[in-house]
């Protein structure tokens, strides 16, 4: 399968490692102009209060974190998956058959881990909170950037994995039961729901500057798969992703942008929670019904 965006005559990695450098910049100098510190300072309490107990809410984001857990072992265990990657020298599709520590190239494995990572640490928070311990102003701080980074790329994920690459896997023929094992449950389609019922349980006040952290993480993954592509595996997991493709700068902007416009949306409908929490509730459930997908479906 030829590559659907091409390469120009000219190679794009100097104009792509120059967008990425200065995307870097704006989220550092974002992070102390809208003055970042004060606003999680305003929102961190909200993350450990609740409507529902927080006996409750400490169960509920440990067994989140446990699930996602138990899919990275998962991950680890099973037998080699079907991977469909572009070579970095060939420049070429090749179908692999990833093992162990290569199932966590994909930027659904990323979603994953930072899911994981946000659960894990605000139900520690929150068990703290419970018990009367004090807590490090650095894990208040690193719970909401979590959450962020996981709100908006867990649906982003869901959504580009049921509008887009199952389509397309279903348009071309290609067998994709795959796609619906239990790890990649997990990433496409749970992820996001995890993170939309803890938004609908504790009701945080967000903040539309948090975009920017998932902004940051975006960057993160890409960064890690150049070097990746370069140095370690020689190969990208999306044909869109190299950095020699003639529109690779305005790509990959575009998906960490995509990361951050997709918090917002969710930082929006948790305003409309705030003003009729039914109303709210129902658009984020119809939301998240609308990106995922549990089963195949056959080729018509």
């Known amino acids: 399968m030829g590559l659907p965006l091409g390469y120009g005559e000219r190679d794009s990695t100097p104009y792509t490692i120059l967008s990425l450098v200065l995307t870097s910049i704006f989220c550092l100098l974002a992070f102390f102009q809208w003055n970042l510190f004060s606003l999680i300072e305003d929102s961190s309490p909200t993350f450990h209060t609740s409507w529902a107990p927080l006996g409750f809410v400490v169960i509920w984001r440990f067994v989140c974190a446990i699930v996602g857990l138990s899919a990275v072992v998962y991950m680890f265990r099973k037998t080699p998956g079907f991977m469909p990657v572009i070579r970095h020298k060939e420049r070429t599709e090749e179908i692999i058959h990833p093992v162990g520590i290569q199932h966590f190239v994909t930027f659904s494995s990323w979603t994953l881990l930072i899911n994981i990572l946000y659960f894990l640490l605000s139900g520690i928070v929150t068990l703290s909170i419970l018990i009367g311990t004090t807590v490090p102003i650095l894990m208040d701080i690193a719970v909401i950037i979590f959450f962020s980074a996981a709100a908006g790329s867990s649906f982003l994920t869901s959504t580009v994995?049921?509008?887009?690459?199952?389509?397309?896997?279903?348009?071309?023929?290609?067998i994709n039961e795959n796609m619906f094992n239990f790890h990649n449950q997990l990433m496409h389609n749970l992820a996001a729901i995890f993170i939309a019922v803890d938004l609908i349980i504790i009701q945080p006040i967000l903040h539309p500057e948090?975009?920017?952290?998932?902004?940051?993480?975006?960057?993160?993954?890409?960064v890690f798969a150049y070097i990746f592509a370069f140095?370690?595996?020689g190969f990208y997991v999306y044909t869109f992703i190299d950095p020699r493709l003639k529109f690779a700068p305005l790509l990959m902007s575009a998906l960490a942008i995509a990361i951050a416009t997709f918090y917002l949306g969710l930082?929006?409908?948790?305003?409309?929670?705030?003003?009729?929490?039914?109303?709210?509730?129902a658009v984020l459930v119809l939301w998240v019904s609308f990106i995922v997908q549990f089963r195949s479906k056959l080729p018509e």
């Open 161 to 174: 994995v049921r509008h887009i690459i199952l389509p397309e896997e279903v348009k071309i023929g290609r």
């Open 210 to 222: 948090f975009a920017v952290f998932g902004l940051f993480f975006g960057l993160l993954y890409v």
């Open 231 to 233: 140095y370690g595996g």
């Open 267 to 281: 930082w929006g409908l948790n305003q409309l929670m705030s003003y009729n929490y039914l109303i709210g509730t």
